[in-house]
Structures are given as C-alpha cells and as structure tokens.
C-alpha cells in the first residue's frame, strides 16, 4: 500500500498533471496593450518594442547596461539615523523600511558606482522609484554627498539618474534639509570644473525637482517621463482649468526650454559618452575596436620576396617585360 501511494500514484499524476507556468514570463505594455516576452523586455532595456514606451528599471539594470561589459563598483554611503522621529501613520516606520528593503531587494532608495562608460570614467547614481516612490531621506542626501566628493576626489564627472515622488514624509524636516545639503554637494562639483549630467526619469516631482535634479549642466530626459514640481491633477483642482495635452512631460518641457535633450533610453549611453568627452576635452568616443593586424614571420620571407636594394635585373618589374622587350628579343642578330 505505502508502495502505491508514495510511488505509483504521484508517478501517474506527474504525467497527467498540468504543468505549471511562471507568471512573470509575459509582461503587458501599460501604453499598447502589447504582451512582451520577459527576454526581450530585458534586452531592450525594459523599453516596448512596439510603441516605445519606457517602463521602470531598477538601478543595477540600469547600471549593468551603463558601465562597459556590466561592470561597476558599488560605493558605499554611510547609513543615517533609523527613524530618528519615531513617526508612525498605518504603519510604523521601521516597518515600512523593513517592507521596502524585503520587496526591492536594495538597502535605501538609491544606488552609486563608479567605473567607465564607453572608456570614459564616470561616478553615476540612480533613484530607485521602487522603494518608497524612491522619496529624498537622509539616506538620499548622503548618497548624492558622496557621489559628489568621489567624483571630486577621483577627478570624474557625475551622471545621476532621478526618480523620486518628492520629500519622504517619515522624516519630516530632516527630509527637506537634503534639498540645500545636496545643492550644495553639486555646488562643489561646479567649483572643481567637473561636469554634472542629470539624466530624468518617470517620474521626478516634488523637493527632487526642486532641487538636484535640476541642476545639471547638462539636462536630459526619457521620453514621456512626468517632470513637475507639483502634479498635474493638483494644479488642475487649483486653477480650475483643464491643462494643455502633454504637460509637465519630457517632450513639452523641451519644447519650453527647461531641457537640453529628450533620449530614448536605448541610446542614452552613447550621448552621454558623446557629451561627457566633449565636456572633459577628450578625444571623440570609439564605437568599436578593431582586431590587432597579424605579425609577419620573418623566416617566410626568402629572397623574391627580399627589397628593392636585392632586385637584380631578373627582378625587374611588369616595366621590363613590355612590348618593346618582346621585339627586341625576336630581332635577328647581324652575321660578323
């Protein structure tokens, strides 16, 4: 009996059973409606291959792209204090954190590294929108500090990536005082004549906008990414007006002036590699490499295939052997 249930019974149900399907192997385009195959979401940079739009990528994808062969150099950041309000809503917290830490898979809301884009060196530092909305907290104000003094200290530009929904309401005050602590971080960086690039990503709003994430020198955004200060819906409850199609995105606010360029994220590595070496005065960026030529042996070349000092007058060249050589050759000799 135990041989038929522990054996011939699962053994006929392994058979007929239906097999079982992962559920993240699909991904629906929220804007097309498109299903997308999780491989090629993954190779396009989780942007949709049928209608371009640019869905969130967490920082280490981002970076893995970024960074020549996928390879970077996490730079530590010093931890704050942990809840130093004791602030409690729904939840406590620590309890939020805790949350938040277990679903990203991160320890805070953003992410520096360092290491060479396109052979340029670089410290880059990316918002992760899925922890918290990526909201500032001291934890975000001492990433962007030292992300600014690495890059002072080793001499490289600085490219941040923002996605924030504002302030992180947990830490009340302490949260807004990181928007004059990293103005000032960036404020060093134009004092050491390093570049400082801003890329924008969906969506940046709130204190963030306010404050480092426009900054750059040079500002850049992902198509359709939602840039604002306050948002839409609320501005529209204030005024009580309807407001124009496309507001506060990327694409109105270049044709407005506020940014330098809208790229789509696929080919965000080489402009930021172009303008990076412009602004550093390096040379213009290599797209490829070419294999190195093949080292002749010397032991192969005998003497035909010797110099023009060696040629006799057997070795002469296709000059020698022309029409005029040919009758000369036929004429016949005079009799002594």
Known sequence: ????????????????SRREVPENL???????GTMLFHREL???????TNCGHHMPITPRARFAALFDGGVFTEVKVPEPIADPLQFRDQK????????????????????????????????????????????????????????????IKLKRPL?????????????????????????????MLKEAGLPYIVVLTHPTTGGVTASYAMLGDVQIAEPGALICF??????EQTIREKLPEGFQRAEYLLDHGMLDRVTPRTKLKDELVAILRMLTGATAPVK????????????????AASGPADSGPAASGPAASGPAASATSAEPQPAP
């Open 42 to 48: 993954s190779d396009n940079l989780k942007v949709c």
């Open 92 to 151: 406590k917290y620590v309890d939020r954190i805790r949350d938040a830490r277990k679903a990203s898979g991160e320890k805070e809301a953003m992410l520096v590294a360092e290491g060479e884009m396109g052979r340029t060196p670089i410290v880059a530092a990316a918002q992760d929108f899925s922890f918290m909305a990526g909201s500032m907290g001291m934890y975000v104000g001492n990433a962007i500090i030292v992300a600014a003094e690495r890059a």
């Open 288 to 303: 490829g490499e070419l294999p190195a030529p093949e080292a002749s042996d010397p032991a192969a070349s005998g003497p």
């Open 230 to 235: 306050a948002g839409p819906r609320v501005i």
């Open 26 to 32: 699909w991904t629906k385009c929220e804007e097309c």
């Open 1 to 16: 009996m135990n041989w038929i249930s522990n054996y011939v019974r699962p053994t006929i149900n392994s058979l007929f």
């Open 159 to 187: 490219v941040l990536f923002s996605a924030a929904g504002g302030a992180r309401m947990q830490e009340g005050i302490l949260s807004l005082m990181q928007m004059p602590r990293t103005t000032v971080a960036v404020e």
